[in-house]
């Protein structure tokens, strides 16, 4: 079974998840954020939906792609709590998915060529903006669990803009080990989740650097 089709299969979804962190650092302040966040959000899923070549995996991601754009606008357009708690399942949901539609692809392949390269990255910035909306969830049903340790820094909420401003800038920091100290968990579910993120993150590189090179030598026999 062919999940992705052979060519350029996972720039285009690199190119819009890259977008994502190009924005973060300047919506922030211009009152449209939350906007720009739903549309670039939007634009990933149709591109990921897009790559797939599989019919069967198509229709289902595209359904679930459908459901999670619904309840994001929902979550845009309503000020309910459990609206943001479905929300979130969804994307929750759907990225987890789709990282493991990824992960089939370039750890089945027999070869290694650019689009591989861009698959094991989308993977990788996939785990983060999973582990960023777990994070969101976290907070939103358990309010409190992240702090800021310095006076300076905005209060941490849970609400739709700050996905980008701290659960995606929190979420990459322990995914890469930097751990800058600047916002902490609290409570014990966020600390065992950032546990977890960082092993994932540690575990992937160590198997993405092994499965490439062997990838690389087999090549030569």
């Known amino acids: 079974m062919v999940l992705f089709a052979r060519s350029h299969s996972f720039r285009t979804l690199f190119l819009w998840m890259v977008a994502v962190f190009s924005v973060a650092g300047f919506v922030e302040g211009f009152g449209f954020g939350a906007e720009l ?13 897009r790559a797939v070549q599989e ?4 229709r289902m991601l595209l359904m679930a792609a459908a459901v999670t754009i619904a309840s994001n606008l929902a979550a845009y357009a309503t000020i309910a709590e459990f609206i943001d708690v479905i929300s979130l399942c969804c994307n929750l949901g759907m990225f987890s998915y789709l990282t493991w539609l990824v992960f089939l692809k370039v750890f089945s392949g027999r070869s290694v060529d650019a689009d591989t390269i861009f698959g094991a990255v989308c993977i990788y910035v996939l785990l983060g903006l999973s582990w960023a909306v777990a994070y969101q969830l976290i907070e939103l049903v358990d309010p409190g ?21 701290t659960y995606v800038y929190f979420s990459f920091t322990t995914l890469t080990s930097t751990g800058y100290g600047d916002i902490v968990p609290i409570s014990s579910p966020a600390r065992y989740a950032a546990i977890l993120e960082s092993m994932c993150g540690q575990i992937y590189l160590t198997v993405l650097v092994a499965r490439v090179v062997g990838l690389h030598l087999s090549s030569f026999r």
Request: net charge neutral; aromatic share 10%; hydrophobic share 60%.
């Open 37 to 49: 966040l739903f549309l670039i959000n939007t634009l990933v899923l149709l591109s990921a939906v």
């Open 55 to 58: 019919k069967h995996v198509r």
């Open 145 to 165: 669990s992240f702090q800021a340790t310095f006076d300076a820094a905005p209060p941490i909420a849970a609400a739709i803009e700050d996905y980008l401003r």
